[in-house]
């Protein structure tokens, strides 16, 4: 099993679509999968699950969550938290026994099924709670206190519990584009990840920013790694953080012909500019596994570059991967001749990502 994270510091690249998109492709390649969101905006878990479904989940952890559990279960009894943990829960519900400092829960609530190989931990607008935690936490780490330790790794562990009792090929992880201390610990502690970049002149700074981000992380893990004991070493990753390469993402295609990467010469002249800014910005430390030859290329090359349309909107309205809408029955009016118009090319985007999803097994593959 491998826990992955889909990054930039940089917005508005399509990142949470890209996430949905490849965590479907995956189980359509016959990999059982597992979505986390820990996105503070929750973008991830309203592609995925109906406005009323996620009204229900939280709806039912409401009362928990605002008195904590000690008092909650005071108030209405152990069988009152047995009864909620049957059900899908928030990624902040399952961190909330870290964030008061008390036991883990007996039962973890079960994952919430999209489909037979795909799962998701649904996001809280509240997790914030979590953050703020972490950093009236860190300083502790240093010197090995229990619960600081357990504040930093307790995402790759809820991954890990959730894998080793469901069977996950891969745990993938949607977190904001923020360089705070909630994503220092998710991206430290997470097996590997990619960058979907737009060829702009803000993505690269965003590049920029992860590499420099990165290097200053691993230092001070390192620190906390050589300061703790030995039995606590084993909550953390056995590496630190590899970074699997890039993607160009919601591109624009030039439509004349033998254009490098078909892409418009606006947007190509950015492109072009990634590999050497990984290299000078990204350390060799987080890509020891892969060589620069590889890094330079595009993950999956011009699989899912460019744009597709109106296609991302209409997934997120039904809540599917592109390619499952030519074959909804619940099609409305108003999208039905963009859908019949377009059928051919809605269906390709599943042979596209999978393309994609191919070549990032590869890259996963130089991890071991």
């Not at 860190?138 to 010197?143: F, G, L, T």
């Not at 906390?224 to 990753?237: A, E, G, N, V, W």
């Not at 118009?341 to 390709?348: D, T």
């Amino acid at each position: 099993m491998k826990i992955l994270s889909v990054f930039n510091n940089k917005g508005g690249v399509g990142k949470t679509t890209l996430t949905f998109h490849l965590a479907q492709a995956l189980s359509a390649l016959g990999k059982k999968v597992l979505m986390l969101d820990a996105d503070p905006q929750c973008n991830l878990t309203i592609y995925s699950i109906s406005v009323e479904k996620i009204h229900k989940i939280w709806e039912e952890e409401d009362e928990c969550l605002d008195m904590g559990i000690e008092e909650f279960t005071r108030k209405n009894g152990s069988g009152a938290l047995a009864k909620i943990n049957r059900s899908a829960r928030s990624l902040h519900y399952l961190l909330q026994p870290t964030i008061e400092g008390t036991g883990e829960y007996k039962r973890m609530p079960p994952p919430l099924e999209l489909s037979r190989n795909l799962h998701i931990i649904p996001g809280r607008l509240s997790i914030h709670e979590y953050e703020e935690k972490i950093s009236s936490r860190w300083s502790d780490a240093y010197r090995g206190d229990a619960l600081a330790i357990r504040t930093i790794t307790r995402i790759r562990a809820i991954a890990e519990d959730y894998a080793k009792s469901n069977g996950y090929d891969y745990v993938v992880i949607d977190t904001s584009p923020s360089l705070g201390v909630f994503n220092k610990t998710i991206i430290s502690t997470v097996d590997g990840f990619f960058v979907p970049a737009a060829p702009d002149m803000f993505s690269l700074y965003g590049i920029r920013n992860i590499g420099s981000s990165l290097n200053k992380w691993q230092e001070e893990f390192d620190v906390i790694f050589k300061l703790i004991s030995k039995d606590k070493r084993k909550l953390f990753p056995a590496n630190f953080v590899q970074f699997l390469g890039y993607t160009i993402y919601n591109a624009k295609r030039y439509t004349k012909p033998n254009a490098q990467w078909n892409l418009a010469q606006a947007h190509l002249q950015y492109a072009l500019l990634i590999p050497q800014i990984i290299n000078d910005y990204i350390g060799k430390s987080l890509r020891k596994n892969i060589s620069d030859r590889i890094i330079a290329d595009p993950i999956g090359g011009e699989a899912i570059m460019h744009g597709h349309n109106t296609f991302p909107t209409l997934a997120q309205h039904y809540r599917v991967p592109m390619w499952q809408i030519p074959s909804l029955t619940n099609i409305e009016k108003e999208h039905q001749n963009t859908v019949n118009g377009q059928r051919k090319e809605i269906s390709a985007t599943k042979a596209s990502y999978e393309v994609f999803a191919k070549a990032l097994i590869k890259r996963v593959e130089f991890l071991n």
